[in-house]
């Protein structure tokens, strides 16, 4: 399987009369209220899919096009469980959906590719461990996620200073290296995105 290539895109948001500077204007025909969802910009549209609507996680998700203030539904064939607090990325093709949870912690996900309104599978063999509020972002070739959180049956909370990488090319999964790092990583929830130490050729990401 070639990686995917970056070759969509809707014709670009034109300057006209039509928006006035620093105003909000409403949209028409929303998806339903949600919290805890993803959204990705594609460069011509916002994708929003998941998140949790009072106790009933979602698997839906919309297609939002400003330049003609317009939502399209995508399908829900092969779609990945309904969840949130799972991570979004979009990879220049797909939009690669991962992790969350809804009445268990999830190691499962979805590559959505808007041109054909599809969803595959990501493989669930070697993923990380299921967990929520973990980070994840696009490296040009794969999309590599860290930490989170999960609790077990006995209502054990643990935070994760794991992670893996995800290749869309070879559908697997690597998982990323670990060692004490010198600036003093630790796990975390909700923790941010700031590089730590790659002087071994390893990312690694403290909170």
């Not at 590559?111 to 070697?126: E, H, L, M």
């Not at 559908?171 to 004490?180: E, K, R, V």
């Amino acid at each position: 399987m070639s990686a995917p290539t970056a070759g969509y895109a809707l014709p670009k948001i034109t300057d006209g009369t039509a928006c006035t500077d620093d105003s909000w204007t409403g949209t028409l025909n929303v998806p339903s209220a949600r919290a805890a969802h993803s959204a990705v910009w594609t460069g011509s549209e916002m994708i929003v899919w998941g998140g949790v609507n009072y106790n009933r996680s979602l698997n839906t998700g919309e297609k939002y096009d400003p330049a003609i203030d317009s939502w399209t539904a995508i399908t829900l064939m092969h779609a990945p469980q309904g969840r949130s607090g799972h991570t979004a990325v979009w990879t220049g093709a797909e939009m690669i959906v991962w992790g969350g949870a809804n009445n268990n912690f999830l190691s499962t996900g979805g590559r959505y590719n808007p041109v054909a309104d599809t969803w595959t599978a990501t493989s669930t063999s070697n993923a990380p461990h299921p967990r929520a509020d973990h980070t994840a972002i696009w490296a040009g070739s794969q999309m590599i996620v860290w930490g989170g959180w999960y609790f077990d049956a006995n209502f054990n909370t643990y935070y994760l200073n794991t992670g893996g990488r995800y290749d869309p090319a070879t559908n697997s999964w690597t998982a990323t290296g670990y060692h004490q790092c010198t600036c003093g990583a630790l796990p975390s929830h909700g923790h941010l995105e700031r590089p730590c130490d790659d002087r071994l050729g390893r990312l690694e990401w403290y909170g």
